[in-house]
């Protein structure tokens, strides 16, 4: 009897060693899985970056000559408006000719009116 206890003792450690180790290999497989996602994960979103990029860009590149376009014609409205005061400013002038000429031709149609009288 006393020498079962050292016998079972020795094949109780032995079983549990290789249980151990039986384990050991398993969590091993199981983290170069887990490894494997985590690389297919950072491919993919690596590609969804480059997607959303090149989305961007495609984006940008179509927006650009609206922005230039829109760019055209606030100055070009600019310009309008330029003229315009520029023009008002010529006609001024002209404008004052005219009311002078008015008030000069009421003012012979006065004195021809006063004549007949």
């Not at 376009?69 to 606030?74: A, K, M, Y």
């Amino acid at each position: 009897m006393p020498d079962t206890l050292p016998l079972v003792l020795t094949i109780s450690v032995a079983i549990l060693t290789i249980m151990l180790v039986i384990l050991a290999i398993k969590l091993i497989m199981v983290l170069g899985q887990v490894q494997e996602s985590l690389k297919k994960f950072n491919l993919t979103i690596d590609k969804a970056s480059q997607v959303v990029d090149l989305t961007h860009n495609k984006i940008e590149g179509i927006l650009n000559p609206f922005h230039g376009l829109s760019v055209f014609v606030s100055n070009f409205i600019s310009g309008l408006k330029i003229t315009e005061s520029f023009m008002a400013w010529l006609n001024r002038d002209q404008d004052e000719d005219l009311i002078d000429e008015d008030s000069i031709d009421d003012e012979d149609e006065e004195v021809t009116k006063s004549k007949k009288k």
